[in-house]
């Protein structure tokens, strides 16, 4: 990683700003001083390469949270994945290279084949198992080859948030129409607030890196099943409602991985502590009604 210290808030683009991380970085950044440009994919297209050197000039920091995330339909549909994930990656950061900005490129857990039994450090081999784990493992591996100096990798896993759908929304909702849910016990991960992530990004841009891979996501870990229990316990239900099954119940397009966790060494050298346990998020974030 490298970093030359401290950085005051300057001009921040953010792409895919409508989305639900977007929107949380655009709020957040703002309220951080700094001057945010926020483009959605109307207004920006990523895959123009002439378009984002254009909204790139003149800005310090680029935040890419534009993604086509449509994890099972990249099964079928992988060369649109790989389009905007891997080459409007390398076009960002090319722009950013140009314009001497410092380009951060949000990815997955998914770019892990999930078979560890410990947290994924963050210089851990790739080895996706999907086409949309392929894509964003392609998207870092083209972004840090062409602004190697100014890509920081920012990988994040199991989102949920305020501006779109997630596994929290959809737990409440068939809660509420069902009295009980039936949820697979068999993939562990990190359930993580958008908003959370949004506000860790703020603090990494203030330390000044330039460069380098982290890991945005809550700490401690849970399974779906476990994240699920929470989710009703926090909407007053009985958890013991909430039954376990496995994966090969629920068969789907993609394989996902049996392990999402990943490790958080990497905050600690730049001086600042990891993202909160992810129950302790999770209850702010139902208790405030982001999510319920």
Not at 252 to 259: F, V
């Amino acid at each position: 990683m490298t970093g030359p210290g401290g950085r005051a808030p300057g001009r921040a683009l953010v792409t895919g700003a409508g989305g639900m991380l977007g929107t949380d970085l655009v709020a957040v950044l703002a309220d951080a001083g700094w001057q945010v440009t926020a483009l959605d994919r109307a207004a920006l297209d990523i895959l123009d390469t002439a378009a984002c050197e254009q909204a790139v000039a003149g800005h310090d920091v680029v935040l890419n949270a534009a993604a086509y995330t449509r994890v099972d339909d990249a099964e079928s549909d992988e060369a649109t994945a790989m389009a905007v994930n891997a080459e409007g990656a390398e076009n960002l950061a090319r722009a950013s290279r140009a314009a001497g900005a410092v380009l951060v490129q949000y990815s997955t857990d998914y770019v892990f084949a999930g078979d560890g039994t410990g947290p994924y450090p963050e210089d851990a081999p790739l080895a996706p198992v999907s086409a949309y784990g392929r894509s964003k493992a392609e998207g870092e591996r083209r972004a840090q080859a062409a602004h190697p100096e100014g890509t920081i990798v920012l990988r994040t896993a199991w989102l949920y948030g305020e501006h779109g759908p997630n596994f929290v929304r959809t737990m409440v909702r068939l809660y509420r129409e069902r009295g009980a849910l039936t949820v697979v016990d068999d993939q562990h991960g990190q359930p993580t607030w958008s908003y959370d992530l949004a506000e860790q990004t703020a603090r990494m841009l203030a330390t000044g890196l330039r460069s380098g891979v982290l890991h945005g996501t809550s700490s401690g870990s849970t399974s779906w099943h476990g994240f699920a229990r929470a989710i009703v316990e926090n909407l007053g239900g009985d958890p013991a409602t909430v039954t376990p099954t496995d994966s090969a119940q629920f068969v789907r397009p993609a394989r996902r991985p049996a392990n999402s966790v990943l490790g958080h060494d990497g905050w600690a050298r730049l001086g600042l502590a990891p993202m909160r346990p992810w129950r302790a998020a999770l209850d702010d974030a139902m208790r405030r009604g982001i999510v319920a």
